[in-house]
């Protein structure tokens, strides 16, 4: 191959690569704006779509949980789980996780789902932002699985660990501010 050919297929690669990262980024910077579309609209990811009023609702359910498991409080968390299952909706991919800790027999079966769930709320916090304000922190427990450690959120200030509930109520710290 010469060198004429070499430069113009160089050249035809960065155009080709040029318009694919011009469209993918187009694309992307679109996402923000689907927060308003109804949960039945789209999905992006594994993460539905939902309206302002589902998604802020969500959230509160989802620290009702963690209060609830915090406090040791089995029925309650069952019922802020069941609650979340029903602002989630039948087509969000977080609704089967929701349903096995509100159909959970005990905390100790509770809680690593609730740390599945607070890694998917984290992703959704991370894509649609934290609603009118809302202050939402995020904490971390080092001991958590034979010190793998684990991480939650809150909409409060001071650690209310619910991995360890009334056991150990503070083990852990903020790391950060979503």
């Known amino acids: 191959m010469n060198k004429k ?25 679109n996402e923000g704006m689907e927060l308003t579309h109804t949960h039945n609209d789209h999905q992006h990811g594994s993460h539905q779509m939902m309206d302002v009023g589902n998604y802020e609702e969500s959230l509160k359910q989802y620290f009702n949980l963690q209060k609830s498991l915090a406090n040791d409080n089995l029925s309650s968390a069952k019922q802020a789980a069941k609650t979340l299952a029903v602002v989630l909706g039948e087509k969000s ?3 089967p996780l929701v349903h096995r800790i509100h159909h959970s027999d005990s905390l ?11 890694k998917e709320i984290e992703a959704l916090v991370m894509h649609h932002g934290s609603p009118n304000g809302m202050s939402i922190k995020k904490y971390h427990c080092p001991m958590v699985d034979n010190n793998r450690g684990a991480s939650w959120l809150q909409n409060s200030e001071g650690t209310k660990n619910p991995y360890y509930g009334s056991a150990m109520p503070h083990c852990g710290s903020k790391i950060g501010t979503l």
């Open 5 to 29: 050919n070499i430069i113009i297929i160089s050249v035809l690669g960065l155009g080709i690569g040029s318009f694919i990262a011009i469209n993918s980024f187009s694309s992307s910077s």
């Open 93 to 95: 991919s977080v609704t």
């Open 108 to 118: 100790d079966k509770s809680r690593p789902l609730f740390e599945s769930l607070s």
